[in-house]
C-alpha cells in the first residue's frame, strides 16, 4: 500500500501575479550583476581571470534556462536570460579570442 500523502491544501502556491512581482527584480538584480563584468572585459580586453571552462559552462547554462523559460512561458526566466546570455557569450566569445591570440 502506497503511504498517505501530506495534506497539501495548508500550502498555497503562488499566484501567477504575485510570482511574476518577484520574478522581474529578481531577474533584474541577478541579470544587472553581470554587466560590470562584460563591461570591464570588452573595455580592457584582459580576461586573465576568467576561467573559460566556467564561462562556456555557465553560457550553456544561461542558454538552457532561456529554453527553460520558453518552454514555460515565463517573461521574467525569458527576459534575465536572454539579457544574460549576450553578457556571457560576449565574456565568452574575448575570453576565446584572447587565448587563440595568445595573450
Known amino acids: 500500500m502506497l503511504?498517505?500523502?501530506?495534506?497539501?491544501?495548508a500550502y498555497t502556491a503562488?499566484?501567477?501575479?504575485?510570482?511574476?512581482?518577484?520574478?522581474?527584480?529578481?531577474a533584474f538584480l541577478t541579470t544587472?550583476?553581470?554587466?560590470p563584468q562584460a563591461w570591464q572585459s570588452w573595455r580592457t580586453?584582459?580576461?586573465s581571470g576568467i576561467s573559460l571552462p566556467m564561462y562556456a559552462l555557465f553560457t550553456l547554462g544561461v542558454a538552457l534556462?532561456?529554453?527553460y523559460g520558453l518552454a514555460i512561458g515565463s517573461p521574467p526566466v525569458i527576459a534575465a536570460n536572454a539579457v544574460t546570455l549576450?553578457?556571457?557569450?560576449?565574456?565568452?566569445?574575448?575570453k576565446v579570442v584572447q587565448i587563440r591570440r595568445g595573450t
Open 65 to 67: 534556462w532561456l529554453g
Open 32 to 35: 544587472i550583476a553581470f554587466v
Open 3 to 9: 503511504p498517505r500523502r501530506a495534506n497539501t491544501t
Open 14 to 26: 503562488m499566484t501567477p501575479d504575485f510570482s511574476t512581482l518577484l520574478g522581474y527584480p529578481a
Open 45 to 47: 580586453r584582459d580576461l
Open 86 to 94: 549576450l553578457l556571457a557569450a560576449t565574456v565568452l566569445w574575448l
